[in-house]
Structures are given as structure tokens and as C-alpha cells.
């Protein structure tokens, strides 16, 4: 049952979702989060975790929403591991257009990787840091925190 009042965007599907006005094949609910099956699944036993709290990205995100989706990410991806029986898994989590997001409510992806290959697929093209760029980023970020 979703009692609480969450900060909800009428439009968004996942508010939808969490109010239960779309269905979900739902595995684990409580105060803050839901977990669901993705209805496009890159591979067997992909899921996603949303907070209640609506926020289109990570960066506007509440800390304690964020909180309580890192609370409940060990075992849930323990529970897809064992039900899937995968060897590996990616925890993704997209955000803006640009990298792929399509639903702007925050959301963590856990999908399984499996022997064949099949499902996720992706690029890690490592570049490399000078000491310069990292000094002068290290002290910009730190700036804005
Ligand atoms: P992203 O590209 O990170 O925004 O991912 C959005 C994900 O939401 C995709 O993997 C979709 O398959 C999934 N999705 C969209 N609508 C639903 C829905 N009604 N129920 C479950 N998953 C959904
Ligand atoms: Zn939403």
C-alpha cells in the first residue's frame, strides 16, 4: 500500500506506477522505494528501482530518497543473482537525454550479465587523466559540493 504523500509528477508514468494507476510486476515495496520488473528487459531478471519521491534526475534527487534506494539495492541484487542464477550484473542509472534516459524519473537498472553475452552491451573506452586536468577538476567539483 502506498499511504504516504510523495512529492508525484501527474504526467510521469512512474508516479503512475507508484500511485497504482499502472500495473508493474512489483517485487519489493516499502516507505520510499519500489522495485519492479523492466517491461523491456535487456536481459532475464532485469529490474529497476525507483524512489517514491519524484525527481527527473539523479542530480535533484534528495539525499534521503537516494538513501533509500542504496538501502534496498544489496538485496535485491542478491535476489535477482540467485533467481537468475546470472554470474554478474551491471547497476546502471541514466540520466538526461544524452545518456539514454527515456523516463525522467530517477531510476537504478539491475541487469543481469550472462555467459553468452546477450543483454547489455557497452563501450568502455578509457582515456587518461593529466595532472593538470586533475588538480584543476578535483578543486572544481569540490567547489560545488
Ligand atoms: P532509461 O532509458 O534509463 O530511462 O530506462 C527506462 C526503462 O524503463 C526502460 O528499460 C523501459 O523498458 C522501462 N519501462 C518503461 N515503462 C515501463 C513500465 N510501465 N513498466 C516497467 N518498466 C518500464
Ligand atoms: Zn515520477
Given at each position: 500500500m502506498n499511504t504516504n504523500q510523495h512529492h508525484a509528477d501527474p504526467d510521469c508514468i512512474f508516479c503512475k506506477i507508484i500511485a497504482g494507476q499502472i500495473p508493474c510486476h512489483k517485487i519489493h515495496e516499502d516507505d520510499h522505494t519500489l522495485a519492479f520488473l523492466d517491461?523491456?528487459?535487456?536481459?532475464?531478471g532485469h529490474i529497476l528501482i525507483i524512489p517514491k519521491h519524484h525527481a527527473a534526475t539523479l542530480a535533484e534527487l534528495p539525499a534521503e530518497a537516494a538513501a533509500a534506494c542504496g538501502a534496498v539495492m544489496p538485496k535485491l541484487a542478491a535476489a535477482v543473482q540467485q533467481a537468475t542464477e546470472c554470474p554478474a550484473s551491471n547497476v546502471l542509472q541514466n540520466n538526461g537525454q544524452l545518456s539514454?534516459?527515456?523516463?525522467?524519473h530517477v531510476h537504478f537498472h539491475i541487469i543481469p550479465r550472462y555467459e553468452n553475452g546477450s543483454g547489455l552491451n557497452f563501450q568502455w573506452p578509457a582515456g587518461s587523466l593529466s595532472d593538470n586536468d586533475a588538480a584543476e577538476l578535483k578543486q572544481t567539483i569540490i567547489s560545488y559540493l
Amino acid at each position: 500500500m502506498n499511504t504516504n504523500q510523495h512529492h508525484a509528477d501527474p504526467d510521469c508514468i512512474f508516479c503512475k506506477i507508484i500511485a497504482g494507476q499502472i500495473p508493474c510486476h512489483k517485487i519489493h515495496e516499502d516507505d520510499h522505494t519500489l522495485a519492479f520488473l523492466d517491461i523491456g528487459p535487456i536481459s532475464r531478471g532485469h529490474i529497476l528501482i525507483i524512489p517514491k519521491h519524484h525527481a527527473a534526475t539523479l542530480a535533484e534527487l534528495p539525499a534521503e530518497a537516494a538513501a533509500a534506494c542504496g538501502a534496498v539495492m544489496p538485496k535485491l541484487a542478491a535476489a535477482v543473482q540467485q533467481a537468475t542464477e546470472c554470474p554478474a550484473s551491471n547497476v546502471l542509472q541514466n540520466n538526461g537525454q544524452l545518456s539514454g534516459q527515456a523516463v525522467f524519473h530517477v531510476h537504478f537498472h539491475i541487469i543481469p550479465r550472462y555467459e553468452n553475452g546477450s543483454g547489455l552491451n557497452f563501450q568502455w573506452p578509457a582515456g587518461s587523466l593529466s595532472d593538470n586536468d586533475a588538480a584543476e577538476l578535483k578543486q572544481t567539483i569540490i567547489s560545488y559540493l
